[in-house]
């Protein structure tokens, strides 16, 4: 199955890139032998493939879009709705719902029939 990971990332410390691998790894660890994930879509693994100094950006450590001139939300979330699209479920890290990117990932997602399954929820890969 193919996860796509949604969640905050604009006002949080390096844009939540930390969870947001933390999420990636345990979802590709997991297999019950009801839920087997083969591909992880990651928007922060993504970023940074696009933008291989994002560590290096002035905004970065405090999460401040204004200071990141570079990066292109257009262009990202062309890239995240496509994905939530080839996915067969979508994860949502915690506080997604103060997120515009991540409340429109969520929209597509309810709207197409993907499973969406909240993270932190004990049943939410069963």
Not at 95 to 103: N, Y
Request: aromatic share 14%; net charge negative.
């Amino acid at each position: 199955m193919k996860a796509y990971i949604a969640g905050p990332m604009r006002g949080i410390p390096k844009f939540n890139f930390p969870l947001f691998y933390s999420v990636e790894e345990e979802l590709m660890r997991h297999d019950d032998g009801k839920v087997h994930v083969t591909q992880v879509f990651n928007p922060a693994r993504h970023d940074v493939q696009v933008y291989p100094d994002i560590f290096l950006w002035e905004g970065f450590e405090a999460g401040d879009i204004d200071l990141c001139p570079k990066f292109s939300f257009t262009q990202a979330i062309r890239w995240d709705l496509a994905r939530v699209l080839e996915a067969d479920f979508i994860v949502m890290l915690p506080e997604w719902e103060h997120s515009s990117g991540a409340t429109l990932e969520y929209d597509v997602a309810v709207n197409c029939g993907l499973e969406v399954r909240v993270w932190g929820d004990v049943d939410a890969l069963h």
